[in-house]
């Protein structure tokens, strides 16, 4: 069977807008976290985010696109030009059936919503917009990415908060084994305005510290929560056989995916993250000895990073592999979290290096990982990416730097 | 082209839709020629353009949900809920027997918990004056709401699954996507048993105001009974809907084994997407069309196989031209042939919920040889000139039928079930 | 008394509609050939409502397809207020 092999990345990221800017960032250890400047952030204990920095959207995008879609989707549509821009296609020459686009959508237009949604108790039904309608749902950013690129093939919207990029990206590779020849995944968010932030207070599990470099320390000591931010990233996949013929060797691939659901709460029963792993590289054909770095989801919550700790040492065995999260550099993205991960993965395995984990100073106890804290050089053949969402959800994802079948 | 063993059945069903709730008030409902539509309850609708909606009598507590799971989850989770466990306890399965690891949910959403998130954006707001919302009056599961994710995760614990759990949020081809996702995680072997259908309840006042704004309900608020009126040459808009459709699928040899009821069997899904425009519909159906061949290419069938098509027919000018133009393009003279109706004329339009209840009335038909007629048509189009079972249902032998689904964005999406017993 | 000028629709515009054309330009052309859709003149119809107080019914909408029609017709309702 075919391949699905990554020839295209395109980054918005809090400490870097653009492939590079993010990668070069991420390796020397710069944050994008820092106090939230879209609203003034006084009166909330949470004062921190990740931004993109230097993000116009005039520049990024079509003058026409901007009014009738959100931060959210503008972040998107910049992504998949530099993705698609990277990959080297130019969709208006390839079959409009055989190209679609799966995004992960995790909570819509939620500033554009906001927006709208003050003016109708404020004023009234007849100072809703138009474009409310097309903005704030959960599917505007794959509908706008296939028309702004004529993709008219099988397109589709996945929901699982922070796990839904691996979704995504897993759905766009079934996609492309029925039969299209390019898919754009991955998946962008923007969550960042003050009803957007008071939702997200409601877990408990938001870091309320104001020290950018204390505040998001997963599998930490002092590990108190973690920072929101926004951006993501998109991605062009080809089956591998297709790509080469064109010349272009990729990224990597998307080898295995597993998901799973956690037990109710209150079952005492193990969560679903090591199944999800379990599955992924079965489905990737490696065996764990094969990975090289795991990137974890990292919640920087203690109870939750000692559950994920276990699911790695179970299935690796004690800190038997390197395990990093170069989120604690933006923050969590929610749908564009993961899809932010798996670029940072290939991007290690084209460059020889593991991307560190910014904060941390002393790990916690049940949390013995061999936590990157420093830019670590070595060969990266294949690597896990986890993610869990917000109400039960895992994923994991697989991905090799070598040609591998999925069973 | 889907494998023999990988064959998917439905076997259980429960619904959610306006007027009375369950299957079996939904199926009398959308047989008798009745509606029930209405003008709007659930909010003060006085400033709206469109003041009409199909609305569900539904209580939660007399549905049998708790009052913690009452307080959790807004009206779409209910909905999701309370037809979950009917689809299960319908489909006969035991839960306590298959691995909750091989069990999975797709649900389909359009949007989400709005209701909650509207509710609760107009307290901490204190009625739309402060954009610095205020925290302190937040309820704990403020963020569930804000996540269209929660529907799938209460479909989950509820189904007691562990497999693959996901939202699907195509606009309004959500409900027809998600069950063609659960068709995937069956025919790919991810899963055993799927639980599978979507919830929406947007009858809210944001959701009512963004559709006025672009025109796209009917503002026939003086014959509220009358106003989803698909494929008529006096029709104004759509009318909004709410509810929720749950099924339980399986894999036909499966459920054979365990002597399960099959109501029917899902042979093929296809989607496209028109990469034309976010609401406007290119009038030759086009890619709606795509979708239809490629179904039927799935199941090795041919138009002439089609026994009924039930259609989207949405009630808007645009939709019903589109859809026809879909027909004929996919279809050929079989579309001059075969019945076509609308059950929106009697339930309105519940964005992506519309589509898993279309699948569960398709199911329904096949099961009981019943096509659904389309309400208030009283004078066609004359550029919608197909057959579209005006008024009154027909007993028909189906064999085959065909289910379509079209939304903002651009997506078409096509279903062909068939009957239960198929070679 | 308030009036819709041409200077004042290519500012709605602007922010309706990302249609970045001067007030001499749009006064010859239709809002299609601005690049304008159907939720675009619809948001641009109900800015003017809401600023100038004025109501525009479904019917007239479908009939003010320039900027010129637009101007003209807001500015006799205007008038007759």
């Known amino acids: 069977m075919t391949a699905a092999l990554v020839t295209g990345l395109g980054v918005a990221a809090p400490n870097g807008l653009g492939t590079e800017e993010y990668w070069s960032a991420t390796l020397a250890g710069r944050t994008g976290i820092g106090r939230i400047t879209r609203f003034d952030p006084e009166r909330y204990p949470v004062r921190l985010a990740g931004e993109v920095p230097g993000f116009a959207a005039a520049e990024a995008i079509p003058g026409r696109l901007i009014p009738q879609t959100d931060h959210w989707t503008h972040l998107a549509l910049a992504a998949t030009d530099m993705a698609l821009d990277d990959a080297g296609v130019d969709p208006a020459e390839l079959p409009e059936y055989e190209m679609t686009v799966v995004t992960a959508s995790s909570s819509g237009g939620t500033e554009f919503g906001q927006r709208e949604i003050e003016r109708l108790w404020d004023k009234g039904p007849g100072w809703v917009g138009a474009y409310q309608s097309i903005a704030w749902f959960y599917a505007a950013t794959t509908g706008q990415v296939s028309i702004r690129h004529g993709m008219r093939g099988p397109c589709g919207v996945i929901c699982a908060e922070q796990a839904g990029g691996l979704d995504a990206a897993a759905h766009a590779v079934r996609m492309l084994r029925s039969g299209a020849r390019l898919a754009v995944t991955g998946g962008t968010d923007a969550s960042l305005c003050p009803y957007g932030l008071v939702a997200q207070l409601a877990t408990g599990a938001l870091s309320t510290s104001d020290d950018p470099g204390r505040a998001y320390l997963p599998f930490d000591r002092e590990a108190s929560g973690y920072v929101p931010g926004e951006g993501g990233a998109m991605l062009v996949i080809e089956p591998d056989d297709v790509a080469r013929a064109r010349g272009v060797h990729g990224y990597g691939c998307l080898a295995g995916h597993g998901a799973t659901f956690d037990p109710p709460p209150g079952s005492g029963r193990e969560p679903g993250l090591r199944r999800a792993a379990e599955i992924a590289l079965d489905r990737a054909g490696l065996a764990p000895r094969d990975v090289d770095v795991v990137f974890a989801d990292a919640l920087g919550v203690p109870a939750r990073d000692r559950e994920e700790a276990r699911a790695i040492e179970a299935l690796f065995g004690p800190r038997a592999v390197p395990v990093t999260a170069p989120k604690t550099m933006t923050g969590r993205l929610y749908a564009g979290g993961a899809a932010l991960d798996m670029a940072a993965a290939l991007l290690a395995m084209r460059d020889g290096v593991v991307p560190p984990t910014v904060g941390v100073t002393e790990l916690a106890d049940g949390c013995g990982l061999d936590l990157v804290r420093e830019p670590r050089e070595m060969p990266v053949r294949a690597a896990l990416v986890l993610a869990r969402g917000h109400g039960g959800f895992n994923s994991a994802v697989a991905l090799t730097a070598v040609r591998r079948t999925q069973n | ?423 | 008394m308030a009036r819709l000028t041409f200077e004042d629709l290519a500012g709605i515009m602007r922010e309706c509609a990302g249609a970045d054309e001067s007030a001499d330009l749009i006064a010859g052309m239709t809002f299609e050939e601005l690049g304008c859709d159907s939720l675009a003149v619809l948001q641009i119809a109900s800015q003017i409502q809401n600023r100038y107080q004025v109501k525009i019914p479904d019917e007239a909408i479908e009939e003010l397809t320039s900027p010129t029609s637009m101007v003209d017709y807001v500015n006799q309702r205007l008038a007759a207020a």
């Not at chain 2, 009917?86 to 989400?112: C, F």
């Not at chain 2, 309900?217 to 040459?233: K, Q």
């Not at chain 2, 459920?255 to 519909?281: D, P, V």
């Open chain 2, 1 to 423: 082209m889907i494998d023999d063993d990988a064959r998917v059945v439905i076997t259980g069903i429960g619904v959610v839709a306006p007027g009375d709730p369950g299957t079996k008030a939904f199926w009398d409902l959308i047989t008798s020629g009745r509606t029930a539509t209405r003008a709007i309850t659930l909010f003060d609708a006085e400033p709206f353009r469109s003041r009409v909606a199909a609305e569900c009598d539904f209580d939660p507590a007399a549905e049998g949900l708790s009052p913690q799971e009452i307080r959790r989850m807004d009206r779409a989770g209910q909905f999701g809920v309370v037809c979950a466990r009917q689809a299960l306890a319908d489909s006969g399965l035991d839960t306590g027997v298959v691995p909750p690891e091989r069990v999975a949910v797709s649900v389909g959403s359009a949007v989400g918990c709005t209701m909650g998130l509207e509710e609760e954006y107009v307290v901490l707001s204190d009625g739309g004056r402060n954009w610095l919302v205020d925290p302190s009056y937040a309820v704990p599961h403020l963020y569930g709401y804000m996540v269209p994710s929660t529907l799938a995760t209460e479909v989950a614990w509820a189904s007691c699954a562990e497999g693959p759990v996901g939202l699907i949020s195509t606009g309004c081809t959500a409900g027809l996507d998600a069950v063609g996702y659960a068709c995937r995680l069956l025919w790919e072997g991810s899963a055993d048993v799927v639980v599978a259908g979507a919830t929406d309840a947007p009858i809210s006042p944001i959701t009512s105001a963004c559709f006025d704004a672009i025109k796209a309900t009917s503002p026939n608020n003086e014959d509220p009974g009358h106003a989803s009126r698909p494929f008529d040459a006096e029709r104004d808009g759509f009318v909004l809907g709410e509810g929720a459709a749950i099924m339980v699928l399986e894999r036909r040899d499966a459920a054979r084994r365990r002597g399960a009821q099959i109501y029917a069997e899902i042979l093929g899904f296809a989607s496209r997407s028109n990469a034309y425009h976010m609401t406007g519909l290119k009038p030759d159906g086009r890619e709606m069309a795509e979708a239809i061949t490629e179904t039927l290419g799935q199941a090795r069938l041919g138009p002439e196989d089609i026994d009924y098509i039930n259609a989207h027919g949405s009630g808007t000018k645009q939709n019903d031209r589109h859809e026809t133009a879909a027909f004929k393009r996919s279809l050929g003279g079989r579309a001059y042939e075969v019945p076509v109706s609308s059950i929106k004329s009697m339930i309105g339009h519940s964005l992506g919920a519309i589509g898993s209840i279309e699948v569960a009335a398709c199911a329904l038909a096949l099961h009981h040889g019943v096509v659904p007629p389309t309400a208030n048509l009283h004078n066609p189009d004359p550029e919608c000139d197909l057959d579209y079972v005006p008024l009154t249902a027909r007993e028909a032998d189906l064999d085959v039928v065909l289910s379509v689904g079209s939304g903002f964005g651009g997506f078409q999406s096509a279903m062909l079930l068939g009957r239960a017993g198929r070679p």
